[in-house]
């Protein structure tokens, strides 16, 4: 891991994955930190933020698993032959295999209740689409990367879309407003409609 | 105790300090662009600094005081005028019952700041009263006939004047280099430190764009999406910077080369001005 400068009130660390990134997480917890695929931001001045690293022991988070949670997912996303095709499988296996494998969601970002989802089948893995679409509809499953994600609310995306669910991913009314939290494991299952 | 909004002008929001600490939702901080203004009403009309202020984009807003209220305008330069009366911004100002406040279009600078006694009071969501215009969260944007609720006045106004801070037509602002500079080529650095930028028209809030030579990558490859905080230069895959305004996304996938340590002077940026970048060490 290392540490990067970001401003003069934030450090970012660098981690050599995922895995790693979790751990320095979990282990600054109470200091707030951002975690993103394979770094953490950490607020602060940045002396005391180094300071703060180098005094922190960095422990194994097999224990933080979230809750398990099942989305309905409808597989008729205007791009889901295309994943098919550049992952060389027919669109039944493609859903099959990402309704088989359990997600755990990464991190979060780019909209509230956006959720990253990582650890799905590596069979999966699509580049985003060269022209991002202005509008994607709420509540539209996709797949970037190594990551699949649901769009929260409509807004513009780039990312190849299989599917579409009704699960209330954001909700400012409940306690919780976001549907999916770091951790947590999402089931995808396939209905009908 | 209230003011109603006659004419919203382009774009007028509520902002406050901000909603730190929920980016694990995918919730961004938001807040004011420029804090220092924000801080400065506030400090004239006698608030803690954490008070709901408005930020009014370019003139045109024009508020009704329908009871006693006092008000202060700061950020931007240019003429402020109460009843017709062209009065100072950066001071302190009474408002009687019926009193029509009115911004006009800043001489300088972009954003004008009006702070009221006892703080503007729409509910707040995830503890902030700052509407975020990326995520579309927090009190809407102010549109005409709106009731703008004040709360209680707080404390002795001042009786000092705060002066536009902003220089026109050129800003300088300190860059941190990284955390991301290593993937960009010393001429890139060379040449983001040393060349004016000048701002592009579809800058805002969640970035200002900025318009100059490519800034060319040392390497390939994608970057992981990372967090980001404002200030953040991201460099596109053209080689054009964005720096980051308060309504950045959590997380972005280009990489930053630098840090802007205070980006209250890019809240004032206009169209066509110049930014330069000077190295600052953190």
């Known amino acids: 891991m290392r540490v990067l400068p970001c401003g003069d009130a934030a450090v970012l660390l660098d981690c050599e994955d995922a895995l790693e990134a979790r751990r320095w997480h979990a282990a600054l917890r109470d200091h707030a930190p951002t975690l993103g695929a394979n770094t953490v931001l950490l607020r602060g001045r940045p002396d005391q933020l180094r300071a703060l690293i180098s005094s922190t022991e960095v422990t194994d ?32 296996e493609v859903v099959r295999r990402h309704t088989a494998s359990p997600w755990t969601v990464g991190f979060a970002g780019f909209a509230p209740g956006f959720a990253y989802l990582t650890g799905g089948d590596p069979g999966l893995e699509v580049p985003r689409l060269d022209r991002p679409r202005p509008r994607v509809e709420a509540g539209s499953v996709g797949l970037a990367g190594a990551f699949s994600g649901i769009y929260p609310r409509s807004s513009p995306g780039g990312w190849q879309l299989i599917g579409r669910t009704d699960a209330p991913l954001w909700d400012l009314g409940r306690e919780d407003p976001a549907l999916l939290r770091l951790g947590d494991v999402v089931r995808f299952v396939a209905v009908d409609r | 105790m209230s003011l109603r909004v006659l004419e919203p002008g ?160 050129e800003v300088g602002v300190g860059v941190v280099l990284g955390p991301r500079d290593d993937w960009f080529t010393a001429q890139a650095i060379s040449t983001l430190l040393s060349c004016p930028w000048r701002v ?64 209250d002077a890019l809240a004032q940026a206009r169209p066509g001005d110049v930014v330069r970048f000077r190295r600052h060490r953190a």
């Open chain 2, 200 to 263: 592009d028209p579809v800058s805002d809030r969640i970035g200002v764009r900025l318009e100059g030579p490519s800034l060319d990558r040392a390497r390939t490859g994608e970057l992981e999406s990372e967090p980001v905080v404002r200030g953040s230069i991201q460099v596109t895959s053209s080689g054009r910077p964005v720096v980051l305004g308060p309504d950045h996304p959590v997380t972005g996938g280009y990489p930053v080369i630098g840090v802007v340590v205070d980006t």
């Open chain 1, 61 to 92: 988070v097999d224990d933080v698993r979230g809750r398990e949670v099942a989305v309905e997912v409808v597989y008729d996303g205007p791009d889901l032959a295309d994943v098919a095709r550049h992952c060389g499988l027919d669109v039944d």
């Open chain 2, 10 to 169: 382009p774009l007028t929001l509520v902002q406050d300090q901000g909603r730190p600490g929920w980016a694990d939702l995918g919730v961004g901080p938001s807040g004011a662009f420029d804090l220092q203004a924000l801080r400065a009403a506030n400090h004239l009309v006698g608030n803690p600094e954490d008070c709901a202020a408005l930020e009014a984009l370019g003139g045109g807003l024009a508020l009704v005081a329908t009871a006693p209220h006092v008000v202060a305008v700061a950020g931007a330069a240019g003429q402020v005028s109460v009843d017709g009366r062209p009065v100072g911004s950066g001071r302190v100002l009474s408002l009687r019952r019926g009193d029509v406040l009115r911004l006009g279009a800043p001489a300088v600078g972009m954003r004008w700041t009006v702070a009221v006694a006892g703080g503007f009071r729409p509910e707040p969501v995830l503890g902030s009263r700052s509407f975020d215009t990326m995520a579309a969260l927090g009190p809407a944007p102010l549109s005409r006939g709106d009731e703008l609720v004040v709360g209680r006045p707080h404390g002795p106004v001042s009786l000092e004047t705060v002066p536009a801070y902003i220089a026109a037509g």
